[in-house]
């Protein structure tokens, strides 16, 4: 059956708010918070397939009608967590990057330095294993997921324009997209990842000059 077409603005994250008119004091926010951090323990130990709006009540210590009463239907649950997930991971990069000062060189390691700790959580690593699997059959998550991942380009394209301002926009583009899939792909192979028992040591140190090989200018012989 073909997905249905999503209706969310193109460039625009899914809101992580609960049903509209709810939570809009201190304590029904904090109730929301409670409810989606019970929503991703359920996910990253059960799957989405373990994933129930009763399992979630239980854990987060609400009835189901109080869980309904913010989150109608599993899916809200999954699209709320889902962007609040994505919310915070832009802004823990963002905040590395920006504290990296001025220089090219130091913020795309702190760039990196971030990804790498974000990839040392088992869960982080869980979360987006089910995120790619659910991608295939919603159209609400791939998009979010191809906003998240856009991002994350864009940011990699402008790093490289301060560092490489030679390459042509085309080469940047291609360049960063190459390094968003670099650094996803050995998700799998470190930290948190499902195929962290066929790695090899010394990742890290490795990546770390082999960016700078490629990226940073090299020195005149």
Not at 142 to 149: E, I, R
């Amino acid at each position: 059956m073909p997905r249905r077409a999503s209706k969310k603005v193109a460039g625009e994250l899914p809101s992580s708010n609960p049903r509209e008119g709810t939570a809009v004091h201190a304590k029904g926010t904090e109730r929301v918070g409670h409810i989606l951090d019970a929503a991703m323990d359920v996910l990253v130990q059960d799957g989405y397939a373990g994933l129930s709006l009763r399992g979630v009540a239980q854990r987060a210590g609400v009835s189901l009608g109080n869980l309904q009463y913010y989150f109608p239907t599993k899916q809200d649950v999954v699209r709320a967590l889902l962007a609040r997930y994505l919310e915070q991971a832009l802004q823990r990069v963002h905040a590395r990057v920006e504290g990296g000062g001025g220089e090219p060189a130091q913020r795309l390691r702190h760039a990196v330095d971030a990804v790498l700790e974000d990839q040392d959580s088992p869960q982080a690593c869980q979360f987006f294993a089910e995120l790619w699997a659910l991608a295939a059959r919603d159209a609400m998550v791939a998009d979010a997921l191809a906003v998240f991942y856009a991002g994350y380009r864009a940011g990699v394209v402008e790093l490289l324009r301060q560092l490489c301002p030679d390459l042509t926009p085309a080469r940047r583009e291609r360049r960063a997209a190459l390094l968003v899939a670099f650094f996803e792909g050995l998700s799998l192979f470190r930290g948190g990842g499902n195929l962290r028992a066929a790695s090899v040591p010394g990742l890290e140190q490795e990546l770390r000059v082999l960016l700078e090989q490629v990226l940073l200018p090299q020195p005149a012989l």
